[in-house]
């Protein structure tokens, strides 16, 4: 193809309706610090996700490392390697463990199955990954964190605007993150979000997100600072608006995908979740005994133009950084390890013509 087709492409609202949103902050002058806008898109999201409390944040993984630091987490994490580097790197960078469970081979989320097995007298939390936007199986999560008195904490980041039965993928567990990146089904630009029902968080996560600062004349925290501008909270707004439209353009080009790959011998595809409307934030493909392996796909489509993404690829527990480190073995999860060396994610985006996922398949199939 003569154009490029890339993995993603950033949604962006039209130029003249970012434009009457920023507006206004010409005339107060207020670029950041919880202005208008920050107020105002919190307040959309809590009402749109029907979740008692939102905070928003500079990006997905800062709002991570606060959260962890707003519980006081000291310990063991459960968690999975199949995710992107943030979720990880924030446990380790606030001084916590990652233990990694396995995931499974239905919708590549962490295997309930394992958790247990995982858990020490050192466990604090359970840290599970929505992957791909696929929901974890939160009820049974629920039913473990509870026994062991475990918090639950969502890595939400690609399950923007997900529910299942009726219920918003932010209201699971204590707390959910969700990232805003430019790359994700809803972006505001760089951002992100925590969600949750503790009322005692509030105060909490909002001076640790601007150095601990109380009131004029009280640090309460040795916090950092992670706060959302108003640009960008503007462009959440803008971009909240089409959100819909959006995700229903992605299931026409899912669908199309669904149409020429299902059923074809050696390629695996996701399977839709009962009770789950999905955002088709990606399309992942498994190739599982295909006639050409992932890396001679991801070449073909590199060939003409098309840019795939092996997404994970590696896997967190296999990362140089972690490497001869205890407990970082990819072996220890051979689910996830497996699943990394086959798997692509396709281009997928609502702009994504059906012309355009034609000519993607004629060229895995051909
Ligand atoms: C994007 C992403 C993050 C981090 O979000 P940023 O907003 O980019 O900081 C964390 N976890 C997962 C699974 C992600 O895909």
């Known amino acids: 193809m003569e154009k490029l087709i890339n993995v993603t492409r950033s949604s962006l609202p039209e130029f003249e309706e970012f434009c009457r949103e920023i507006a206004p902050i010409w005339e107060s002058r207020w670029l950041t610090n919880m202005g208008e806008k920050h107020k105002a898109l919190q307040k959309a999201l809590e ?15 800062l709002a991570l490392e606060n959260m962890i630091e707003a519980l006081s987490l000291k310990g063991e994490i459960i968690t999975t390697p199949y995710t992107f580097a943030s979720t990880t790197h924030a446990i380790v960078r606030c001084g916590c463990t990652p233990v990694f469970c396995d995931v499974n081979e ?14 020490t007298d050192k466990t604090v939390a359970i840290m599970p990954v929505h992957v791909y936007g696929s929901l974890c199986d939160t009820d049974a999560i629920a039913d473990i964190a509870k026994k062991h008195g475990l918090y639950v904490l969502y890595d939400a980041a690609h399950a923007f605007g997900v529910k299942k039965d009726g219920v918003d993928a932010g209201c699971f567990g204590d707390v959910s993150m969700f990232s805003f990146h430019a790359t994700k089904v809803f972006n505001t630009i760089e951002g992100g979000a925590l969600c949750y029902a503790n009322d005692g968080l509030v105060t909490r996560l909002n001076d640790i997100k601007n150095f601990g600062i109380h009131g004029p004349e009280s640090v309460q925290y040795v916090g950092g600072n ?34 020429h790959l299902s059923g074809v ?72 390890k497996r699943l990394s060396e086959n798997v692509l994610t396709l281009p997928m985006y609502a702009g994504l013509s059906v012309e355009e996922v034609d000519e993607i398949c004629r060229i895995i199939l051909e």
């Open 47 to 61: 009402e749109r996700m029907d979740v008692p409390h939102v905070t928003l944040y500079t990006n997905g993984h």
């Open 106 to 119: 239905d919708d590549y989320t962490m295997d309930v199955t394992k958790i247990e097995s995982l858990i």
């Open 226 to 259: 992670a706060k959302m501008n108003e640009f960008c909270a503007a462009m959440g707004l803008c971009n909240l608006r089409h959100l819909d439209e959006e995700i229903a353009k992605r299931k026409i080009a899912s669908d199309r995908y669904d149409g």
């Open 265 to 336: 011998a050696g390629l695996r595809l996701r399977q839709p979740q009962k009770g789950v409307s999905p955002n088709y934030a990606y399309y992942p493909v498994i190739f599982d005994g295909y006639k050409y392996s992932r890396d001679q796909v991801f070449e073909k489509l590199a060939a003409e133009n098309i840019i795939a993404r092996k997404y994970f690829y590696p896997i967190t527990n296999s990362f140089d950084c972690y490497k001869g480190l205890e407990g970082f073995d990819p072996d220890a999860t051979p689910v996830a």
